[in-house]
């Protein structure tokens, strides 16, 4: 098989797994599945049918589940500091994505929280049905925007993380665009809108912010579709 061959095989199975995130089409009734030895703490309404759910898990890590129109479409991984440690995602495209432990941070709140700005760094590993073993580098920038965003009367700060990991030993690079809305009242992360793209290719934007937030004992919470954007 030729070089050629491969980069366009690799190039395939990245997209197959970037483009899981709108999948699921249909509107399903799956009940959100909660991970032995996590507590649920919110459920965030976004736009795109997305409901996410947080989680304060025994480890005393956070874990966030998404779901678009009623399935589970992706699972994010931080630790007690909300650093990002993993990213699930399901369906045809279905990866995982993980830092390596030792080699840095992808996300230091207290700096980004502090000074207004934080550089990622760290290794990652890729692993899909197609993919094993895949190792990339992390680069990039996370910053404030000085913008601020109430949601169901909880006031969050907008930070902007720009994420690029490059393949080791190709010159593949997936390129990442998170909001980040940190809440001024507790100790909670949500993401936000988002949007990705390979090299220098065209970026797919994505519009998840939050609209409304639920709490235990309230209808929305645990809700594994969204009350907006499910037309």
């Known amino acids: 098989m030729t070089q050629q061959a491969r ?21 399903a009734a799956d009940p959100l599945r909660v991970p032995a030895g996590c507590t649920p703490v919110v459920t965030a309404h976004k736009n795109g049918c997305t409901a996410t759910t947080v989680l304060h898990c025994a480890d005393d890590g956070w874990m966030a589940l998404s779901y678009r129109r009623g399935s589970l479409n992706n699972t994010l991984h931080y630790d007690t500091a909300w650093d990002f440690k993993m990213w699930e995602t399901e369906g045809a495209g279905a990866m995982n994505f993980a830092a390596v432990p030792g080699t840095g941070k992808a996300l230091d709140m207290a700096a980004l929280t502090e000074t207004g700005a934080h550089t990622p760094t760290g290794d990652f590993v890729m692993n899909s049905n197609i993919i094993r073993g895949q190792e990339y580098a992390l680069s990039g920038t996370s910053t404030a925007t000085g913008e601020t965003l109430e949601v169901s009367g909880e006031v969050f700060d907008v930070y902007l993380a720009e994420r690029a990991f490059a393949r080791k030993g190709a010159t593949q690079v997936l390129n990442f665009s998170t909001e980040l809305l940190v809440s001024q009242s507790r100790d909670l992360v949500l993401e936000g809108n988002f949007s990705r793209g390979v090299n220098s290719g065209p970026r797919e934007a994505f519009d998840l912010r939050p609209q409304r937030i639920y709490g235990p004992g309230e209808a929305g919470f645990l809700a594994t579709a969204s009350e907006f954007g499910c037309g």
Do not use: C, Q
């Open 7 to 27: 980069r366009a095989i690799w190039t395939t199975a990245v997209t197959a797994a970037l483009v899981s995130l709108p999948a699921s089409a249909a509107m």
